[in-house]
């Protein structure tokens, strides 16, 4: 199973990791991918100045300064070539 680590750390909740989260839950439940995609909203990952941060496991592939614009690409990219 692929995880999906997300800061919602002060820092980068205030660059709107919640709003991220949030479309990340949404777009695996819309690809119906909640099998195979579980997204882990955690703490700080010492990259505050560019979040808000995702950390993909098994990989670790880190993304920053993510948007919920680009939640369904990131989806579609795991779910086709594991990112």
Same mark, same amino acid.
């Given at each position: 199973?692929?995880?999906?680590?997300?800061?919602?750390?002060?820092?980068?909740?205030?660059?709107?990791?919640?709003?991220?989260?949030?479309?990340?839950?949404?777009?695996?439940?819309?690809?119906?991918?909640?099998?195979?995609?579980? !997204?882990?909203?955690?703490? !700080?990952?010492?990259? !505050?100045?560019?979040? %808000?941060?995702?950390? &993909?496991? %098994?990989?670790?592939?880190?993304?920053?300064? &993510?948007?919920?614009?680009?939640?369904?690409?990131?989806?579609?990219?795991?779910?086709?070539?594991? &990112?």
């Amino acid at each position: 199973m692929k995880r999906i680590y997300i800061c919602l750390g002060p820092h980068c909740r205030g660059r709107g990791a919640a709003d991220v989260h949030i479309a990340l839950e949404d777009a695996i439940w819309r690809a119906g991918l909640s099998d195979q995609i579980t !997204c882990i909203a955690g703490s !700080c990952q010492d990259r !505050c100045t560019i979040g %808000p941060n995702l950390l &993909v496991y %098994p990989g670790g592939r880190r993304f920053h300064g &993510v948007t919920p614009t680009e939640i369904p690409t990131l989806i579609a990219q795991l779910a086709d070539t594991g &990112v």
